[in-house]
């Protein structure tokens, strides 16, 4: 029976590393599933704290490399730190707006996620006066900056469902 328990563990954390493409916190859902599993069945000794507190510290991880790398994407390409932040914010609108006006699974939020970081970087700077092409540029660092984001952190987790996986079977 314990076998099955571990077995739903890592589809449901297979799910969560999914919800990680929608710019959602997948890893965390990761890390809190796991640790319930392994406080509801502790007396067995699935996971140690040392797995546990790896996993944390890569879903820190994951979460930084997604939240600055359109910020430094913008900010290599010339943008301000206001567009630098603000393109932030046009990230998450971005993410929902593209879930609905583009409708294919994962595809949509992600293509949202840059054109959102993308385009409000490029309102401010051009808000600002800069020439239309520097803009645009400065634009494009923002979007690909976050897509890059979303496929390290996407890796992150991965990395992080690796190890529960390995660590839910390992005698």
């Known amino acids: 029976m314990l076998y099955l328990w571990l077995t739903i563990l890592v589809l449901l954390n297979g799910l969560w590393l999914i919800l990680v493409l929608f710019s959602l916190p997948g890893t965390w859902f990761m890390l809190i599933t796991t640790a319930l599993f392994a406080?509801?069945?502790?007396?067995?000794?699935?996971?140690?704290?040392?797995?546990?507190?790896?996993?944390?510290?890569l879903a820190l991880v994951g979460e930084l490399i997604e939240f600055l790398a359109g910020m430094v994407g913008a900010r290599k390409a010339g943008a301000s730190w206001q567009?630098?932040?603000?393109?932030?914010?046009g990230a998450l609108?971005?993410?929902?707006?593209?879930?609905v006006v583009f409708p294919v699974p994962i595809v949509g939020t992600v293509v949202g996620t840059?054109?959102?970081a993308g385009l409000c970087v490029w309102a401010v700077e051009a808000s600002r006066g800069e020439r239309p092409?520097?803009?645009?540029?400065?634009?494009?660092?923002a979007g690909m900056g976050k897509f890059l984001g979303i496929v390290g952190k996407f890796g992150v987790g991965i990395l992080i469902w690796l190890i529960i996986a390995v660590a839910a079977y390992w005698p």
């Open 39 to 57: 406080w509801w069945r502790w007396d067995e000794g699935l996971f140690s704290g040392w797995t546990l507190i790896v996993v944390a510290v």
């Open 93 to 99: 609108i971005g993410a929902v707006a593209g879930t």
């Open 83 to 89: 567009a630098s932040i603000i393109g932030l914010f």
């Open 133 to 141: 092409d520097r803009s645009m540029q400065r634009a494009v660092g």
């Open 114 to 116: 840059c054109l959102g």
